[in-house]
């Protein structure tokens, strides 16, 4: 069922933030494109058998975010802006960006060698 | 939007315990999970609640009835569930469910028997050849058919095998569908609790610790791996409630983590490792090994 979402309380993660991140992973990959209705929040509920508290955390933090909006009385909808895809997927390039600093400084490279570990990295490809 | 439960301040006193000054809610369509070590007050607290023993003072309410004076309307409403409750053993688990249909008008009857299909649990057999768990799924069944308003049970997965639990969970998930319905639910398993509840309380002899939502809860409770020196006046840092100490190496738990706690920690000098969420279990043996332990609930 595409509604499904995959959760495990031995992530490391706090389920709030499992919740968020593959509700945006759903999103990225095309399978809940910008208008689609989000299931309720005690329906998701239900179906992950998680408390209500956290999947109304999740959507609350989702809306602040600009992810999804959400309608009194008719539900939440991922939000119809053609950018919402764009924006997730930038977020995914920065995370990814400081990770590969962060390595990189972790390991003693200057700017310029994390810069040539990227180039080769490319050439490769 | 009643409260399904109310304790108001409800003293219970035995030989050797004594519920103290209970005043605990819990909104109707919450799940509220209630914790604590042996001994601690839960199942005397539920067995408030199902008119089985009374306060000595104080006020109990469960949907909106008095009890114990009300407890026949109350328990209209009400499905309980605990060790305490004993099928017959030459009886089917079929006649059981006739028994429980002719008693209560919510019984449906095309779920009763999903329920022992989903439960794995055979309609036609007698109470005496149920396994444990089995037995505590035939009790489920008996009261979810039903479709109380409220649910109360006292560990429901305790002794249940990794399956039977999965399949308990899910159909107490069912539950939360309907913002109408409630559950209070003892347990040991924290694991269940954490992930299920919308509210955790947490009883220690006789008294409430804390009752608050699940995740400001959770996000309130830290421990802090850090190197460096302790004394009196890190152990004097607001919200701090335990200190362990290897070496130069020490490991503080905090019940009221913020930015700030961790500022006042590198003023120490304290050089910080790592700040971790605890999980539940966690909490729950900080709480009950913790020297500094007011009983005042949050």
């Given at each position: 069922?595409?509604?499904e ?15 968020m ?13 910008a208008g ?5 929040i005690?329906?998701l ?24 909006v ?17 924006n ?5 390039l ?13 390991l003693g ?17 | 939007?009643q ?20 005043n605990?809610?819990?909104?109707q ?13 839960k ?11 009374q306060?000595?003072?104080?006020v ?9 004076n ?23 688990l079929?006649?059981?469910m006739?028994?429980i249909?002719?008693i209560?008008?919510g ?8 329920l022992?299909k989903?439960?794995?649990?055979k ?10 768990g ?9 009261i ?12 429901p ?33 924290t694991?269940?609790?954490?992930q ?17 939502d699940?995740?400001t ?37 905090t ?7 961790v ?9 910080i ?8 279990e ?10 500094a ?6």
């Amino acid at each position: 069922m595409a509604d499904e979402l995959f959760l495990s309380p031995n992530d490391s993660r706090p389920m709030y933030l499992q919740i968020m991140d593959q509700i945006k992973q759903k999103i990225l990959s095309g399978d809940w494109p910008a208008g689609q209705a989000l299931p309720s929040i005690r329906e998701l509920s239900a179906n992950t058998q998680v408390s209500v508290i956290t999947v109304k955390r999740a959507y609350t933090e989702l809306e602040e975010q600009g992810v999804i909006v959400t309608q009194a009385g008719r539900g939440s909808f991922v939000a119809d802006t053609v950018n919402v895809q764009k924006n997730l997927a930038e977020a995914e390039l920065e995370k990814h960006t400081t990770g590969l600093i962060d390595a990189g400084h972790r390991l003693g490279l200057t700017n310029n060698q994390i810069l040539a570990v990227v180039k080769k990295a490319l050439n490769t490809d | 939007m009643q409260n399904a439960i109310e304790f108001k301040q409800v003293c219970k006193s035995y030989p050797d315990f004594f519920l103290d000054n209970l005043n605990l809610q819990l909104p109707q369509g919450q799940i509220m999970g209630l914790v604590g070590a042996n001994g601690a007050g839960k199942s005397t607290a539920l067995r408030l609640l199902m008119g089985l023993i009374q306060a000595d003072s104080g006020v109990v309410e469960v949907l909106g009835h008095k009890l114990p004076n009300n407890q026949v309307l109350a328990k209209q409403n009400i499905g309980y569930a605990s060790e305490d409750i004993r099928l017959y053993k030459s009886a089917t688990l079929g006649w059981h469910m006739d028994f429980i249909k002719s008693i209560y008008s919510g019984w449906d009857d095309a779920y009763a028997k999903d329920l022992a299909k989903k439960f794995d649990i055979k309609i036609g057999n007698k109470m005496k050849g149920f396994s444990h768990g089995q037995r505590v799924k035939a009790c489920l069944l008996l009261i979810l058919a039903r479709r109380p308003q409220l649910v109360i049970l006292d560990e429901p997965t305790t002794g249940l095998d990794p399956v039977a639990r999965h399949e308990v969970l899910a159909e107490l998930a069912e539950i939360l569908r309907d913002e109408n319905r409630s559950v209070l639910f003892s347990s040991h398993n924290t694991q269940d609790v954490e992930q299920i509840s919308d509210t955790i309380s947490f009883l220690h002899k006789g008294k409430l610790l804390d009752s608050q939502d699940k995740e400001t809860y959770l996000d309130r409770w830290r421990r802090i791996l850090c190197t460096g020196n302790i004394d009196s006046i890190t152990l004097a840092i607001e919200g701090i409630t335990d200190i362990k100490k290897s070496g130069s190496f020490c490991e503080v738990t905090t019940n009221q983590f913020n930015d700030t706690l961790v500022a006042k920690l590198s003023q120490q000098g304290l050089s910080i490792s790592s700040v971790e969420r605890m999980s539940l279990e966690q909490i729950f043996l900080a709480n009950v090994f913790s020297k500094a332990k007011t009983g005042v609930a949050s």
